[in-house]
């Protein structure tokens, strides 16, 4: 078992700071646990001090990591909404959904 | 080979980039924006034609690519107007310029993704295949351009600045911007601020119209521009250099509260402490809307910045990569992201066509911007400079080289002698 951290992370670095196993380092678009490091915080917290610290709640215990994933993305507007079709449609379009060619 | 141009990031470069492809004759341009709307930090921007962003306005509307320009102009609320060290500027309207902008791009035929955040990119033999956004789905292409900007993720601005303002990159909410180039691992560089650190401070804020003074706005809202002295306590000349935009660091800007309108209040000060400003007469009830934490910061800029040719091709292993924007190097400015934008956009088309890729000569100013830059920044020294049209060390330059002038009959002429006359608007495929 481990922590790990969503695409919620909003690469604040609380995580990091806190981790009391430095088992946490920024990547490319967020943060990261290394998930042989991470202890689940035993012995060090009573609860995970990643989840703890963290303001947007990216810090999660591995196992529920694919309902987060797919909450956020939702969250952030799901799957792309396309216009296209010229400016006609513009003022009443319905934007079209899951367009992927 | 097919001919569908994807562009990445839907800022000034990336709808230039996008309408010049199309524009150039490729069937399909699909337009990837992270957010749910188009422009970026154009969202906050506003300051069109001054100084010699005129000449590089006019020498764009030559080559045939002035539809975005024109949209700045359609919906500008001040026109030919002067500030301190600044002339013949318009403003566009922020809260009026998307809808033009997206209009324009779908008048075009350009398909415009909201909400297509890039996270991963596919490439083979040396050639990007497809990138894979934040949904998984997979945009395949046949040529790449790069308009992810400079700004954000958040580490930036926490690293670098003074952590996240709540600009209106909205990295929470959207996701973090993330470097096309930069997930094909050519090596990017980064500019400086002043003092040597990384980054650069956006310069101004946006504060809500309802919250200044009515004799200010009245001002502000007849001739553009409003200067409010600073008292003595509030002076301080310090944080000029910070600034992203050089062109703005003059003492007026240090000794009075410059205001534009663009819509809301542009206050050109890269941040400010609510309760400092609101010691200055009349701004006592003033609010920020962008950045939302005005008063301790603003967005970082300037991170990952791609080696480039001057045809907007960027420099490494990728043969279908392509380029404009903050992320062709130190060029500040909604103008100078859409005029290497656009030339990214053709000649990511020229390119497909197999033709050879236009570069703009040293003779007109477009020309010589990118090609001095992309010079410049070969030094380290340069890295905490920063260009533009509109003043500081490349309006110097510009005017020594005799290419800064408002005539339009002049350039033409430059435009004509150098054969690019409506260059953009011929189809190579």
Known sequence: MAHMITAECVNCSA???ECP??????EADQYVIDVDVCVDCEGYFETARCKWACPVNACVPERDSYQYKARTVARRGGRPVVFSGGPDVFGEMLPENNKNK | MGNRVVVVGGGWAGSAAALTAKQAGADQ???LERTDSLLGTGLVGGIMRNNGRYTATEEMFAMGAGHLFKACDDTARHRNFEFPGHKHASLYDVSKIEPAVRRCLLEHGVEVWMFSRFKEVEYSGGSINAVILESDDRVEGDVFID???SCGAQTLCTDNGNGCVMCVIRCPTFGPRVSLAGK????????KKADGSYGAMSGSCKISKETIAPHILEELERTGLAMVPLPDHLIDTKKLGTKACAQYALKEFAENIILLDTGHVKFMSPFMQIHKLRQVPGMEEARYVDPYSGTLGNSMRFADLSPRDDAMRVQGDIDNLFCGGEKAGLLVG???AMVTGALGGHNAVRALAGKEEVILPKSISIGHAITTVREEMEFEENMGNKYTFSGSIYFK???AEGLYTTDHDVIAKRV???GLTNVFEQRVM
């Open chain 2, 397 to 399: 330059k510009m005017q």
């Open chain 2, 184 to 191: 094909c691992g050519i090596p990017e560089k980064t500019g």
């Open chain 2, 147 to 149: 308009t992810t900007g």
């Open chain 1, 15 to 17: 995580c990091e700071r």
């Open chain 2, 334 to 336: 909604h103008t100078e």
């Open chain 1, 21 to 26: 196993v430095q088992a946490i380092h920024a």
């Open chain 2, 29 to 31: 341009v699909v337009l």
């Open chain 2, 416 to 418: 004509a002698d150098a």
